[in-house]
């Protein structure tokens, strides 16, 4: 079975640009996550979906950061403008359903650098 | 919000000797999970322990339970250079219109040869 798949890997920008990261998830599974992860903490979760729904978006700073799950499957997470302290890992995860006794499946993250 | 801490933050020991890592929490949980991050693999599930269950086992792992102290072990038995990463409890919690996973900062776990 294929994992999550992220793109890109690794990326550097300068603050004040702007920056878009994809996310596909396992097949079939109907809740995807994306986490900010800063260096020597845990993962933070930013926004939840429920297929195409948004479901948590608590955490997620609207004012810079947007996302969209289009047809219920892949995802992409934007920031713009990016500020110094958004340097972080980014990881998305999905599961088969939701909550908290769902088993959640992490991509490799893409590590973002803001100079 | 942070709902569990791991204590210790950073742990090094003999390969083969016994790794205990504690996870606190704050508010009532249905269920705690356990997550192991490393350079190779990233983030990757371990064990789920529900509230009405005290102890649980998977292969040289072992995790505990207390919900009456809010507190939660993962004990790695005989441990392997390979077992070097950081571990993450994570507890459930309720957001904006649904259950989330919450997580903690983490114990940097390393196995000496």
């Known amino acids: 079975e294929a994992g999550v798949a992220q793109s890109p890997r690794y990326k550097i920008i300068e603050k004040r640009q702007s920056v878009a990261f994809w996310c596909n998830p396992i097949?079939?599974?109907?809740?995807l996550y994306w986490y900010q992860q800063i260096l020597g903490q845990g993962p933070k979760l930013l926004i939840q979906?429920?297929?195409?729904?948004?479901?948590?978006d608590s955490q997620l700073p609207k004012d810079r950061f947007s996302a969209e799950r289009l047809k219920g499957v892949d995802s992409t997470l934007k920031i713009q403008p990016a500020k110094l302290e958004d340097s972080a890992v980014y990881l998305c995860?999905?599961?088969?359903?939701?909550?908290?006794?769902?088993?959640?499946?992490f991509g490799p993250g893409t590590r973002l650098t803001v100079t | 919000s942070q709902q569990g801490e791991e204590d210790p933050q950073a742990l090094s020991i003999q390969e083969g000797e016994n790794a205990t890592m504690n996870c606190s929490y704050k508010?009532?949980?249905?269920?705690l999970q356990w997550y192991r991050q490393n350079s190779g693999r990233g983030l990757v599930h371990l064990i789920l322990?529900?509230?009405n269950e005290r102890e649980k086992h998977s292969g040289r792992l072992r995790v505990t339970l207390d919900t009456s102290k809010k507190s939660s072990s993962l004990l790695i038995t005989a441990s392997r250079a390979a077992d070097t990463a950081s571990y993450f409890c994570?507890?459930?919690?309720w957001g904006q219109g649904a259950q989330k996973l919450v997580f903690g900062q983490g114990t940097r776990l390393t196995i000496n040869p």
């Open positions: 322990i529900r509230s």
């Open positions: 979906f429920q297929n195409n729904g948004v479901v948590d």
């Open positions: 994570a507890t459930d919690a």
């Open positions: 508010t009532s949980i249905n269920n």
């Open positions: 097949s079939g599974h109907a809740t």
């Open positions: 995860a999905s599961s088969l359903d939701a909550g908290g006794f769902a088993e959640q499946y």
